[in-house]
């Protein structure tokens, strides 16, 4: 039957009013996992995804956190403590049974130690790399399967330590540094099932990790006594050295979002309450780049640079107008 102009133009109006609100639903809430969602930025990635549509599961380790994440519409909370192999295996139980599937992992647990590199005991080293370094290694392999059924997305978050290191932030920033390596070999062998990954890199946002490192070295009950770094080491110990006027990590979330969400993810968000913080890591990833390129066979021109640089921003498009 053929319609009139009327008609057709009146059915397409109603195609299109129609279509609005089932696009604006989505069809089923998708699944992710965010770990370390008891405080600070993994609870704010995972109170904006519940908003967002998403259904969480919320890594949490206290009874009193994961019934508190339960409490919110469209999260469950899960017990998850990243270095326990048994409650990473249960956590996956969890998720399969749901029947949900898993559309996202998000990386997020994470813990600072902050001490002089040559005065760090073995042990305490050894703890910073198996909650943030082993941790997202063990959680992503044992999720790996779900996420590639789903060509689902991969998350975790950085940190500007993964750039930059400075007197006793060594084993945080090797730590952050090896979530770099982390996400680029991952990145690059996940891309051939169709799992996009990305790594949040968060400067300073308001969070507990200055407290739990200032719990930490109270009941490690360590003296700095005779530290060549006696005092900044007491200013950690006593709070003295931990920020607290930093901003709510609102913009960390909203990038954990972005890059589950967008059907172009990027590889690396850098989220930084301010310039000074951008500054501090763009130029030391360019500083980087000199010190390799310097006084060698092979070393490039500074045009020659130049123009690398100009290629690389026109295949990122990094460069703001
Ligand atoms: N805040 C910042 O300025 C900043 C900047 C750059 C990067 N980051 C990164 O952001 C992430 C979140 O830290 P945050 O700043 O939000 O600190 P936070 O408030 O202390 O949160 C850390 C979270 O990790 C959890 N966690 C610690 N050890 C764990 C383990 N073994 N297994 C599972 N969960 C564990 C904590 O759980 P419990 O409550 O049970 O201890 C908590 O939920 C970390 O990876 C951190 O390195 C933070």
């Not at 500083?287 to 990122?316: F, I, K, P």
Request: hydrophobic fraction near 45%; charge should be positive; proline fraction near 5%.
């Amino acid at each position: 039957m053929r319609r009139s102009p009327a008609g057709v133009l009146l059915a397409a109006v109603l195609t299109i009013c129609l279509s609005v609100p089932l696009l604006a639903q989505p069809a089923a809430r998708q699944a992710v996992l965010v770990t370390g969602a008891s405080t600070g930025i993994g609870r704010k990635i995972t109170e904006l995804l519940a908003t967002r549509g998403y259904f969480v599961y919320a890594g949490a380790r206290k009874p009193e956190d994961i019934a508190a994440l339960s409490r919110i519409p469209n999260v469950q909370g899960i017990r998850l403590d990243v270095t326990i192999p048994a409650e990473i295996a249960a956590a996956v139980t969890t998720v399969e049974k749901a029947g949900r599937g898993l559309h996202g992992l998000v990386n997020n647990a994470g813990v600072a130690v902050i001490e002089p590199l040559i005065e760090i005991d073995e042990q305490d080293l050894a703890f910073q790399m198996d909650v943030n370094v082993m941790g997202p290694y063990r959680v992503t392999k044992a999720f790996s399967r779900m996420l590639i059924a789903s060509k689902g997305r991969i998350v975790t978050t950085g940190s500007l330590s993964g750039f930059v290191a400075g007197p006793l932030s060594g084993p945080y920033s090797m730590s952050k540094h090896a979530v770099e390596a982390f996400t680029d070999a991952l990145a690059a062998e996940m891309s051939r099932f169709g799992v996009k990954v990305s790594v949040v890199e968060p400067g300073n946002y308001k969070s507990e990790i200055g407290t739990t490192l200032q719990a930490r070295m109270r009941a490690r009950g360590k003296s700095y006594d005779a530290s060549a770094f006696q005092q900044e080491m007491k200013r950690f110990q006593d709070g003295a050295a931990l920020g607290s006027n930093d901003p709510e990590p609102d913009d960390v979330a909203e990038a954990t979002w972005h890059a589950l969400s967008d059907p172009n993810p990027k590889l690396r968000y850098l989220v930084v309450p301010n310039q000074r913080q951008a500054d501090l890591t763009i130029r030391k990833v360019l500083l980087v780049a000199a010190q390799l390129n310097q006084g060698h066979r092979y070393s490039y021109s500074r045009d020659s640079l130049v123009a690398m640089l100009d290629q690389v921003l026109t295949r990122v498009g990094g460069a703001a107008k």
